[in-house]
């Protein structure tokens, strides 16, 4: 019987629960998914908490991506070189912080738009946003040779730091995005602004954009957020936050229980 859960602030809105449950009636595996809302100062106590229940795992998710490293005996993979973990192991008292967003959203842009990561070398991308989601995206996709990777964040310094990370990136101004929008093949809305209740906020209008750009938004909820419809009205091709969510999951799920999911549910 699999324990798993997800810590952070706030979590009653999650969809893991759901997706979790559906993969362990796939693997016919048993086990339960919770959420469980964490303050600052309850971390550290209700991470050993999670290790003396006896938990097999669970996500990570704001504002705790970063914080969680310090109480953690080890950390692997694009978790190691973003500093952001998503998904924590337990095993033989051990906590071991993995990342699975980065591989979960190119898994999702993969399936919806197979030839795109096919032929690279001219394409461009815009990263709007520098959190934990946006660094795990970037080191993924800075695995394959696209002509240049742009970040742009309201913090402008952590725009920098990830920029400074990659092989061909600039770190922009918002402003400076706007006048070369017409030049991204595909750009990722990575902030939680439009998030539900405020879905009518978007960080910056696709006035401009190429019509046949690939847009996509990680927010699921809504999962036509305002950024995705002003995309949509421009002719843009569409990337769902869901998909991505799922493609994490399988991930995380893989890690705790060793099975890979392969049919997916959308
Ligand atoms: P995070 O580390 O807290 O980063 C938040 C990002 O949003 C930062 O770039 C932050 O800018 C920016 N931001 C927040 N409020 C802003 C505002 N009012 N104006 C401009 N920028 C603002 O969070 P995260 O983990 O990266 O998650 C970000 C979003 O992605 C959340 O909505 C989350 O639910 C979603 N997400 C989805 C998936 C999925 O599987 N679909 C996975 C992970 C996350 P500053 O740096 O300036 O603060």
């Known amino acids: 019987m699999y324990r798993l859960a997800l810590i ?11 997706i979790h449950q559906q993969f362990f009636e796939q693997t016919s595996l ?9 303050d600052q100062v309850e971390l550290e106590g209700k991470i050993n908490w999670l290790k003396a229940e006896g938990y097999h795992g669970f996500n990570v998710t704001v504002p705790f991506k970063e914080k969680i490293i310090e109480y953690l005996d080890e950390i692997v993979g694009p978790a190691k070189a973003m500093q952001s973990v ?14 699975t967003d980065g591989e979960g959203y190119v898994l999702s842009l ?8 096919s032929d690279v ?38 725009a920098r ?41 978007q960080i910056i209008s696709l006035q401009g954009v190429k019509p046949n750009a690939i847009a996509s938004d990680i927010i699921y909820k809504p ?4 950024f995705l419809q002003d995309a949509e009205q421009r002719g843009c091709r569409i990337l769902f936050g869901e998909s991505m969510l799922l493609y994490q999951a399988a991930k995380a799920f893989q890690i ?11």
Request: net charge positive; no cysteine; proline share 4%.
């Open 161 to 201: 730091q990830i920029s400074r990370s990659l092989n061909h990136s600039r770190a922009l101004s918002l402003g400076m995005a706007k006048d070369i929008l017409e030049q991204y093949d595909l750009i990722i809305q990575t902030t939680s602004v439009g998030m539900s209740p405020n879905n009518h906020e």
């Open 110 to 117: 993969n399936e919806a738009y197979p030839d795109f990561l």
């Open 86 to 99: 998503n998904t924590v192991s337990i095993q033989n008292n051990r906590l071991v912080g993995y990342n």
């Open 256 to 266: 705790w229980t060793g099975q890979e999911i392969k049919d997916f549910v959308n």
């Open 223 to 226: 999962k036509w957020t305002s």
């Open 8 to 18: 952070g602030n706030p979590v009653k809105q999650s969809k893991s629960p759901e």
């Open 30 to 38: 048993k086990g339960t998914y919770e959420l469980i809302p964490v």
């Open 121 to 158: 070398k001219h394409k461009r991308i815009l990263i709007i946003g520098a959190g934990g989601a946006a660094k795990g995206i970037a080191y993924q996709l800075n695995k394959y040779a696209f002509q240049s990777i742009d970040i742009i964040n309201r913090t402008a310094e952590k």
